[in-house]
């Protein structure tokens, strides 16, 4: 029974392995892609995710647009009626 497993578990890595190589390609391909693989931390998946469900980038403003987009909005420290932004925050962790 192990060995049944672990033939799957090949099968599968193997399959996993093809895939991340096709991804890896079709991320190379596209000027967009490769530009956001620039970025610290952006790597084949997160690029494929923007590309395929965000808004063309030309329809955002500035950088803080498209960040407000995603969700990424400042910290704010709000007293005496004065709102003072500090860093940016996604779901209210530093």
Known sequence: ?????????AHLTSRIQVLEKQ????CNEAEVTR????MP???PI????VETFAPPVNEFRC????AAWLGIVPKQHSFG???VLGE???????
Do not use: H, V
């Open 23 to 26: 991804q890896r390609k079709i």
């Open 1 to 9: 029974m192990g060995k049944l497993y672990l033939e799957q578990i």
């Open 88 to 94: 940016n925050l996604k779901d209210g962790t530093a």
């Open 41 to 43: 931390g952006i790597g």
């Open 35 to 38: 530009r956001l693989q620039t």
């Open 63 to 66: 950088g803080r647009d498209f």
């Open 46 to 49: 997160t690029t494929l995710a």
């Open 81 to 83: 009626g004065k709102t």
